[in-house]
Nanobody, 124 residues
Framework: VQLQASGGGLVQAGGSLRLSCVAS????????MGWFRQAPGKERGFVAA????????YYADSVKGRFTISRDNAKNTVYLQMNSLKPEDTAVYYC??????????????????WGQGTQVTVSS
């Protein structure tokens, strides 16, 4: 499975962006999909995740109420709607497939098929 993330860009604080992550290749049922981000000089951190059915979603405390994750399995696509963006949201955003049903959705070690990332820059 290959994941292609897109939708990043430069936006002013308070603005919105919608990221997309399209899966290609063998797209079997997964144990969830996640978005992570990495800012310069920082470790990659969890942003949001969603179960296969979309019935369960999980968010980092820093983005709760501002970001919304969703998925369309017919299109093999996961979305991350980001509203009320802040300068501290600036990072490269990555999508990944949760390959293990064990452990919390926020655990990056359970994920694979990492996409190439898309840059999000929020100016103040």
């Amino acid at each position: 499975v290959q994941l292609q993330a897109s939708g990043g860009g430069l936006v002013q604080a308070g603005g919105s962006l919608r990221l997309s992550c399209v899966a290609s290749g063998r797209t079997d049922r997964d144990y969830g999909m996640g978005w992570f981000r990495q800012a310069p000089g920082k470790e990659r951190g969890f942003v949001a995740a969603i179960s296969w059915t979309g019935g369960s979603t999980y968010y980092a405390d820093s983005v709760k109420g501002r970001f919304t994750i969703s998925r369309d399995n017919a299109k093999n696509t996961v979305y991350l709607q980001m509203n009320s963006l802040k300068p501290e949201d600036t990072a490269v955003y990555y999508c990944a497939t949760r390959l293990s049903p064990i452990g919390p959705y926020a655990d990056s070690f359970a994920y694979g098929n990492w996409g190439q990332g898309t840059q999000v820059t929020v100016s103040s």
